[in-house]
């Protein structure tokens, strides 16, 4: 996706520069302007404090945070309009972890936005959908950032699935009504009470399709992140 989207500023004339902060990447698809792995090696990690590839990770996430000044120095000294960070994965590793906090107070906070990707494979079911829902509002609370929530990998899905995808969000009774229609009764008790807790948080309401691999979908995604923002 961030390699999807660069391209897609850089088609546009539109100055980015993109930041990798997964220092658990072995292959980026994309030339990274900055890259946290030139100062944390997570096989380094694992060699200085005795841990495997998951504690390792957790341990660069906190070391991220205190390199962040090596990170920003750059980010200060480059005049493109907006930088593209690419976060692990994984929720545990940056979304959940305090250092977090540091690192988007570093970058900015006043001028960042979430982009949460969504998995279309769990989405697809309205239990699997619900859950996805709470880990975005989760995310979003734990931020407390402006988010734009994103279905990934459009190209897989059916225009059925995309629609009902889409309704689910933007339509609150679509989504009771296939909750009740589930056939997993101690499931759909779950999805029910979830359901009710996300909306009155207010988590509904839009959500965008995008595709990577065919390019669909980014023109939006702009547009929602910066609004007035001219393109060529």
């Known amino acids: 996706m961030v390699k999807a989207y660069k391209n897609w500023l850089d088609c546009e004339k539109i100055d980015s520069i993109v930041i990798n902060m997964d220092p658990g990447s072995d292959v980026l698809p994309y030339e990274a302007d900055i890259d946290i792995r030139e100062w944390i090696s997570l096989e380094e990690v694992m060699n200085e404090y005795g841990l495997g590839p998951n504690g390792a990770q957790i341990v660069a996430t906190d070391l991220m945070a205190l390199n962040i000044k090596k990170i920003t120095d750059i980010i200060d000294d480059e005049e493109a309009k907006y930088a593209l960070v690419d976060t692990p994965g ?116 839009e959500i965008h399709a995008v595709s990577a691999m065919k390019g669909i979908g980014l023109e939006d995604i702009y547009k929602l992140i910066d609004p007035d923002g001219e393109m060529q």
């Open 90 to 205: 994984q929720l545990e590793l940056f979304a959940f972890r305090q250092s977090s906090d540091r690192i988007i107070d570093a970058f900015g906070k006043d001028k960042s936005t979430i982009i949460y990707l969504s998995d279309p494979v769990l989405c697809k079911t309205p239990n699997g959908f619900i859950s996805n829902m709470m880990l975005a509002s989760l995310v979003q609370f734990r931020l407390n950032l402006p988010m734009v929530n994103v279905v990934t990998k459009l190209d897989i899905l059916s225009r059925k699935e995309e629609i009902q995808m889409t309704n689910w969000f933007e339509d609150l009774g679509a989504l009771y009504d296939s909750l009740l229609d589930s056939d997993s009764e101690s499931q759909t008790i779950v999805g029910m009470e979830l359901y009710k807790a996300l909306e009155n948080i207010g988590i509904f309401g």
